[in-house]
Every structure is written in structure tokens, then in C-alpha cells.
């Protein structure tokens, strides 16, 4: 079974990346940053987790048009976003999808809504505090990575208790994790800042300690405080503290902080914590139980002929592909398509298999393979077959022998006026 071995809180301010890939180790105004880190770094090394989960806000970055409250990264790998002058020159780092899946299932099951991502990259956010804490080199990092990804940027945005609430509900799905992996927990962002407007600059450094010493103590009691007041006190970016809160929540009631760290620079405060969790306290439900009720909604599922429920699993394993055929939805992508479908595929990076899929229109091994219908649709459009079509050739019956088991001979698709 799964373990928590303890918590961090850390803020993500890009700070701490551009002291790094400065290599500003040995400068006098930057050194705080790299004491404050180095115990994490070494705490890391000591626990050995082979999966942090991270908590943290993207930045208009991966999320913009979309904006969700709590979106969960399920994908292969993660790698650093370009926010304006290219990625960061550090490697992707490894999701798990097989524990994405079921702490999905699980915080889904406690009406936790999420949305699931893959193949975006993550921004300064995550990678600006983990280049400091968690080992790595030119071929990867010394963890996986779930990253926790919460919308604090676009008003409304949950209340303290929620995000609280998520952190239990977390553990609980960490708890029920039949594989005997270690994870740690980050909850990350900066203490009290502002960072647009008038007010911009704003710190409260006497509430950053008192709020780093009640989310040891007394965690609950910040709960009753609303967005406003955390801003009132900590700034209106600073209001990102509830990812603290968050974390805390996933870690037993009482725990050891056993480092703790402050310096304000500049505009944000680069704080760290470790919060050993020390009690372990029991989960608070059986797991046996937590599981059974993640699975209680699809149970029975499985036993239903020629039916493929598009999974967290599945959606995984068919991502590139998926990805492929949606791609068809920008003119120049299906211009490219229809001139060179070879090319285009292999420029995409689809494996033969993959490819042979798609010249084939074997849209029922398609579907085998992890390809959700929708974007079946999208090809069928680009390449004028009609959805009936594709039915049919589901069921290995011609178009009109699958019209006569319909009310009407039509036949029908997505194609806009581009394909009339
Ligand atoms: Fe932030």
C-alpha cells in the first residue's frame, strides 16, 4: 500500500529558476535561496519518494482558455513551458499515469470534479522550485511527478475549506493505492505579494509567519477565512497560500516541521518548509472500501460487448494518436494531411502501427486501440467518409446494410462548409 512520507510547502517564484540557471550559487544577494532549498534537496535524497505529488497554479501558460479549478495531470511526462523566451533547459519529467488513474477515480468518486490533461508543459509554477529540490540530470528526475494543477487566477475560485477538503480527500486516495510506492506532497506558491496594479509590491512578512506557524498547528483555523481576507493580509496573489492548505491537508493531523526557511528578495518570499508526518494517521476509511466505491459507478462495465469506456488508462496509451487526428481541426494541419498523409503522420510521430491505423481507415482497430469516436468524426470529415460509414465498418456490415438496421436510409458527418 502507499505511504506518505511527508510534506513541502515552497513558493514557485521564478526567482528561484533564474538564480539557478544564473548559477548564482556563490552570490551574496542570491545565496539565501540555495540554503533554503538545500535541506529540501537533501531531505528528498533521504526519503526517496518515487512519486511527489504537486500542487501548484499554471500561469496563463498550459491553461488560458481553459480554465478548471483542479486539473489533474495524467500524461507520460511533463516537460518546461515556453512562457515567452523558450523552455527552460531541464528535461521532461515522468508522470505515473496508473496512480493518476486512481487518485482520479477516487477524488471523482468524493465529488471532487476534476479535469484530467496531458501533453501540456508545466510552467515556472512547478519546474522554478522543483530544479532546486528533487535531483536531476540530462536524462530525467529522481521522482514522478502528479501534478495538482489549481485554478487560483480567474475569480471565483474555491473557498480555503475546499481546497482543505481536496488535500483530505487526497490522502485518502494516496492511502488506498494498493502499490507500495512513497509519495510526498508539495504545496507550493508565494506567501504574501502582489504582483499587478497599484497595489503591486505589497508584503505582510509578520502574516507569512504566522500563517507558516498556524498551517503547522492549527491548520483548520484558516479555514473560515475568505479569498478577501487573504488577500487583505497577504496580498491578492498571495491569496495562492490555500495550495498550502491544501497539502497540509493531505498529511496527518499533527506533524514535525523539521525546517523552515524565509527570504524576501524581491517581490515574493521564498519560504520552504518540511512537514514530516510523523503520526501516519490511519486512513479514514478502510481502503479495501475506498476502492470498492471508486469502482462502484463501473462496475459491470467491463462485461459489456463491444464497448470501450475512454479511460485515463486508455486516453494514455492512445494520446499521440488522439492527438493526431484532433490536429485535423486546424485548415493548415488537414491542407498539410491531404497533400502528404504519410508526411504529416510522420512528422507527428506516429508509430507504424499507428500509421498504418490511419491509412488503412481501420476505424474499428482504432477504436481498439485507444481512439475516443470523436475524433474518428474529425477524420472522417477531412477525408469525406460519412459517420454512417464508420459504423458500419464497425460492425463489418456494408453502409446499406447497416442503414436497413436504422429508421432512415441518411447518412450524415461533422464536415463544415470548407468539405460541401
Ligand atoms: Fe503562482
Redesign the pocket.
Known sequence: MATIVGGIATS?TPTIAFAKDAKKFDDPVWKPIFEGYEPVQEWFRAKQPDVLVYI??D?MTAFFDHYSHFALGVGEEFGPADEGGGPRDIPAIKGDPEFAAHVARVMVANEFDLSYFQGKNLDH?AFSPLSVMVDHDDKGWACKLLPVVCG?LTVPLPSARRFWKFGRSLRQAILSYPKDIKVAIAGT??LSHQVHGEGCGFNNPEWDHEFMDRLEKDPEGLLDMTVAELAKLGGW?GA?VVMWLMMRGALSEKVEVTHKTYFLPSMTPIATMILEDTAQDAPVEDPEVTRERAWHDYAGAEALEGTYPFTIERSVKGFRLNHFLHSLTDPATRKKFREDEEGTMLAAGLTDEERRLVRERDWIGMIHYGVIFFMLEKLGAVTGIGNIDIYAAFKGMTVPEFQKTRNAAITYGVAGKEDK
Do not use: F, P, R, S
Request: no cysteine; proline share 0%; net charge negative.
Open positions: 514557485h501548484y497554479n500561469h509554477g487560483v506558491g508565494g496573489e495562492e
